[in-house]
């Protein structure tokens, strides 16, 4: 398939690439940062900035689905303004032109920061655990909000239009390159850090795949998954840390494994097949530090965002 990946130099979008190009998709990338005008490689790279309508117009003709990654990934470091007109007109325009040019398929990357419960203003925390897709959404923050208006936006075309979307909503994104600086001092806590989202993370080669199935599976009108990884970055009985830190306030449901994550993926695995294969404890040791073979990985170039981000040239 003709697959167009936005956000395609930020990790997400990088590995994407990647993934998509080991499956044998024709993929173009863009990013709203330069290109580099030498030879092409074997992506196609064009440089756009998606909260231009006239430049999401222009990409989008000839591709069968696009996975939409391009946002500002946090609410904290920039003004809230500019996440909030960058992330949802960025939506807004892709989603449009795509409607508009007969791209069939729309994989919106949302975010598990939809119910609220990550950033709130005044303090709240999920009702159960492990969250899944049916927990209430009461988002405070500028970021949540683009990222549920984002939904609303596929619930919207989808509706009107023969455009069928995904919107994914990972937690935490983990690769080579930043998961000894953000993991790692999870590890060492040993459960004593309290977490929002129940200390949940997903390695992106996992989240990489979940998207190029949800690019190609059949599917109709618009489903929401969650993203993580099978475990939580404790390593430890979720139930038990759910208790010491929460006490009676989270209603605990019944986990597939002890150190399960505190997000469900159940509803990715019957609607995709989808299932993640990849833990920290794939790359981290015990003590939160790179495993050898692991940083010979990243030192080589050798991982997927790396690969991707080589093979837009
Ligand atoms: N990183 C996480 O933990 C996480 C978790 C949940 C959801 N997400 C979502 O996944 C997606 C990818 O996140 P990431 O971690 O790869 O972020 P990233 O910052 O590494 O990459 C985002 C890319 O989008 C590009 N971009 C931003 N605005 C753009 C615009 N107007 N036009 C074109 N390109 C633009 C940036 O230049 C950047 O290369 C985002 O939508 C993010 O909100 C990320």
New binding site residues.
């Given amino acids: 398939m003709r697959i167009l990946v ?9 590995a994407t690439v990647h993934t998509l190009l080991r499956a044998g998709h024709d993929v173009t990338a ?4 330069p290109p580099v005008y030498e030879r092409a490689g074997p992506v196609r790279y064009i440089q ?5 309508a006239g ?1 999401a117009a222009a990409v989008l003709p000839g591709h069968d689905a696009v996975v ?7 609410p904290v470091k920039n003004p809230p303004h500019e996440i909030f007109q ?2 949802l ?2 939506t807004y325009h892709t989603l449009e032109a795509a409607e508009r040019s007969g791209v069939g398929r729309f994989v919106h ?5 939809v119910p609220g419960f990550s950033y709130p203003k005044r303090y709240f925390h999920a009702q159960y655990v492990p969250i899944d897709e049916l927990h209430p959404v009461a988002p405070q923050d500028t ?1 949540a909000l683009s ?1 549920w208006f984002g939904e609303q936006l596929m619930d919207a075309a989808v509706a009107r239009s023969d455009v069928t979307a995904v919107s994914v ?6 690769w080579e390159g930043n998961i000894e600086r953000n993991v790692g001092p999870i590890v060492r806590a040993r459960g004593e850090d309290k977490s929002a989202s129940f200390w949940s993370y997903v390695v992106v080669d996992d989240l990489a795949e979940l998207l190029t199935t949800a690019a190609t599976a059949d599917i109709t009108g618009h489903e929401v998954v969650y993203a993580a990884a099978a475990d939580n970055a404790n390593g430890l009985p979720l139930h038990d840390l759910v208790r010491r830190h929460f006490g009676d306030a989270v209603r605990l449901r019944p986990v597939p494994r002890a150190d399960a994550s505190g997000i469900s993926c159940v509803k990715a695995d019957k609607l995709l097949g989808w299932a993640p294969l990849r833990s920290w404890r794939d790359l981290l040791d015990a003590e939160g530090q790179l495993l050898p073979p692991v940083r010979d990985r990243l030192d080589a170039g050798n991982t997927a965002v790396q690969r991707g981000l080589a093979a837009m040239g």
Avoid: C, F
Wanted: net charge positive.
């Fill in positions: 936005t956000g395609a130099r930020g990790k997400v979008g990088a863009v990013d709203r940062l756009a900035d998606l909260t231009d430049h939409h990654a391009a946002a500002i990934p946090s960058t992330n007109m960025a990357l949302s975010s598990e920061t970021y990222k909503r990972p937690t935490w994104v983990q």
